[in-house]
């Protein structure tokens, strides 16, 4: 099992709860905070002490307070953290439930866990960091088939920045401008309506407002 844990939370109640969740696991050391400002000064200090931390378990999203942070949420925290200690394990325990959010942080941090808030947190987060432990991403069952589910879509980067123009509240006739100035192809507006339509198609959707409120739900815009 793990030999040296950290814990990244500002509710002080769900950081006792994951506490408890690594005392029951026997973990010898777990250390926490509350700021994401702290949690990578920690990680410089066991690094420098030559005595790293094996994980981080650690919240996505950080209430303001009167306290000034240079890091605003854990995809930044751990975004700078893997530039210091890449090997570092990392689970997510949060209550976000978009899974385009939840695909991203898997593809894009690199992340080995997550695990949602709510009902039985505290039996999956332990199975999150056996498995963790073992070499193996962790997803539980539910929000992996919505991931599933939202890979099945097959939105490529051009159907997400087309989207995202939109909920911009940039008209559809000016997009083409938008990707030619930025040496994005193709960039025809005959493309892009071709790809819009495609997109209302597949997903049973009859207009651009649905389509912008779609992918909101799912958290890819």
């Not at 066991?46 to 009167?66: A, F, K, M, Q, V």
């Not at 099945?152 to 087309?162: Q, R």
Request: aromatic share 8%; net charge neutral; with cysteine.
């Amino acid at each position: 099992m793990f030999k040296k844990v950290l814990i990244a939370e500002d509710h002080e109640i769900v950081n006792l709860s994951v506490q408890r969740t690594a005392d029951e696991l026997k973990i010898p050391v777990v250390d926490y905070v509350h700021y994401c400002d702290d949690a990578v000064e920690k990680i410089k200090k066991s690094l420098r002490e030559n005595s790293p931390y094996d994980l981080l378990i650690t919240d996505l999203y950080y209430d303001t307070d009167h306290r000034e942070q240079r890091i605003k949420d854990g995809r930044e925290m751990v975004n700078e953290i893997r530039k210091i200690h890449p090997s570092l394990k990392v689970i997510f325990f949060s209550a976000e439930n978009k899974s385009g959010i939840i695909d991203s942080l898997f593809n894009d941090y690199k992340i080995n866990g997550y695990v949602r808030k709510g009902r039985n947190d505290g039996k999956e987060l332990k199975k999150a960091i056996a498995s963790v432990f073992d070499g193996e991403n962790y997803l539980a069952l539910e929000a992996r088939q919505d991931v599933k589910k939202l890979n099945s879509y097959e939105f490529s980067s051009f159907d997400v920045t087309l989207v995202s123009l939109l909920s911009q509240g940039i008209l559809q006739k000016n997009i083409p401008t938008y990707l030619a100035n930025n040496n994005i192809k193709p960039n025809s507006l005959s493309s892009i309506e071709k790809r819009l339509n495609v997109l209302k198609e597949e997903l049973g959707i009859n207009n651009n407002e649905q389509l912008i409120a779609f992918c909101k739900d799912l958290g890819i815009i």
